[in-house]
């Protein structure tokens, strides 16, 4: 029986107001979504191949405070490895993920950035910057 996608997890993890940003190049690129559009992404990942997807962080990229950090991940679609940079801001509780940013694996610079972007904009908001 396959394992069903974490929909649950989800919600719970991700800020109402949540919104990823997609920058890589290929195919994998979504775009911007919210949070629904975004678990929904996730969750059809579950389609692809016949065992459930293997979600792995292969290195830190960076860390700028307490709510930002980028790293470089590796997902395991039945056999097909996509690989990127998963940006992360933390809501002001540092328990929901307010944003995500998404590059290609060779777009280390324009992650940290983004990091160095969301820190200096942060100041105790509750929304995306």
Do not use: H
């Not at 190049?25 to 990942?45: E, K």
């Not at 983004?114 to 995306?128: I, Y």
């Amino acid at each position: 029986m396959p394992i069903a996608p974490p929909i649950e997890q989800l919600k719970q993890l991700l800020a109402e107001n949540f919104v990823c940003n997609d920058y890589r190049t290929g195919g994998f690129n979504f775009g911007q979504l919210g949070r629904d559009q975004y678990i929904a992404s996730v969750t059809s990942w579950w389609e692809v191949g016949d065992t459930p997807p293997q979600f792995d962080v292969v290195e830190i990229v960076a860390i700028r405070g307490e709510r930002c950090a980028a790293a470089l991940t590796a997902t395991n679609l039945g056999g097909m490895v996509v690989e990127g940079i998963e940006c992360v801001l933390l809501d002001p509780s540092l328990q929901r993920w307010l944003a995500v940013a998404r590059f290609d694996a060779s777009a280390r610079s324009r992650a940290v950035d983004q990091l160095d972007e969301w820190l200096t904009q942060l100041d105790g908001a509750t929304t995306v910057p």
